[in-house]
C-alpha cells in the first residue's frame, strides 16, 4: 500500500484535529450550516456539533461560528481564524508527504508497515498500555458500540465506546486499532481466586517484572503475542496478593476503561 502522511493538531486534553474534523470545516464553509455539512459528510447532527465543539476546543478560539435555528433560521461561518487552519494543515500535509515519501524506502525493511512504525515513534499518551490490536467485529447498540479487538493469539479485549467515536474512527473487522489502557485501571487478581465480576476483560497473563516503592507497586504481566499489560496498584494490596516473577495473574478491566486510537 502506498503511504501516506496525515497531520492532526491537539491541544491539553482536548481530542485531536485530523483531516476528518478539517472536512467537515470545509464543508461548514461551503454549506452555510452544520446540518447541512453534517448531511454532505454522511454524519449525524450530534456528531457535527460534537466535532465542532472539540475543534472549538483545541484552538481556545472559534474556528466555526454558529447561530441556533429559529424563525430566521440557523446558520454557521468558519471564521478568518478557521480559514487559516484550513489552509496552514493542507499546507502542513502536503510538506510532510513529500518529506515522508522521501523517507518511506528507508523503512521498508524493517518488517512493519512504514505507517505502524511512524505512527508508533511519533504517538505520545500518558496511558501507561498502548496495546496495538486488531478489529474482531463491532456490535451496534442505541448509543454505545462494542468493540471486540484480538489483543494476543487466542485473548480478545472489549471496548465499550459511543456510536458517533465509532464511527468517527471507521471501526471494523480487521482493522488496526491501539487500545489504550491506565495502569490504575487494571485490576490484579490471582487466577483461581476470582469469582463472578462485572468486569468484560480478564486477561492473564505472567508476571514478569514487580517493582515496590513507597505507595504504589508495579506489576507487569506477560500476556504472551510479546505483549505486556502493566498494573499500578498500592503496595499493600501487592503484598496481599503475594505476586511475585513468574506467577500466573489475572487481569481484569473494565470495557469503559479501553480508549481506542486509530492511526
Known amino acids: 500500500m502506498p503511504v501516506q502522511a496525515q497531520v492532526s493538531f491537539g491541544s491539553g486534553d482536548a481530542s485531536p484535529m485530523g483531516r476528518e474534523r478539517i472536512r467537515l470545516l470545509e464543508a461548514v464553509a461551503q454549506a452555510g450550516s452544520i446540518s447541512g455539512a453534517a448531511r454532505s459528510i454522511g454524519i449525524t447532527y450530534k456528531a457535527a456539533w460534537d466535532a465542532i465543539d472539540a475543534v472549538n476546543n483545541v484552538f481556545g478560539r472559534p474556528l ?18 478557521g480559514m487559516r487552519v484550513i489552509q496552514t494543515f493542507h499546507r502542513l500535509e502536503a510538506e510532510l508527504a513529500r518529506t515522508f515519501q522521501t523517507l518511506a524506502p528507508e523503512l521498508s525493511g524493517t518488517g512493519v508497515s512504514a505507517t505502524h512504525l511512524m505512527w508508533s515513534l511519533l504517538m505520545r499518551t500518558s496511558a501507561r498500555n498502548a496495546l496495538r490490536c486488531t478489529v474482531i467485529a463491532v456490535i451496534e447498540g442505541l448509543v454505545n458500540a ?53 468486569a468484560r476483560n480478564r486477561i492473564e497473563g505472567t508476571v514478569s517484572r514487580r517493582e515496590d516503592g513507597g505507595v504504589n507497586t508495579e506489576i507487569v504481566l506477560d500476556i504472551g503475542s510479546g505483549k505486556t499489560l502493566t498494573a499500578v496498584i498500592t503496595t499493600t494490596s501487592a503484598s496481599e496478593l503475594g505476586l511475585g516473577v513468574g506467577d500466573r495473574a489475572l487481569a481484569l478491566i473494565d470495557a469503559a476503561h479501553v480508549i481506542l486510537a486509530v492511526d
Open 64 to 81: 466555526v461560528s454558529a447561530q441556533a435555528g429559529g424563525k430566521r433560521g440557523g446558520g454557521a461561518i468558519v471564521t478568518a481564524d
Open 146 to 198: 462494542e468493540i471486540l479487538l484480538e489483543l494476543a493469539e487466542g485473548t480478545v479485549l472489549t471496548a465499550v465506546i459511543t456510536q458517533d467515536s465509532a464511527r468517527d474512527l471507521d471501526l471494523r473487522a480487521g482493522r488496526e486499532a491501539v487500545a489504550l489502557i491506565k495502569s490504575s485501571f487494571v485490576i490484579l487478581a490471582p487466577v483461581n481466586e476470582v469469582g463472578r465480576t462485572s
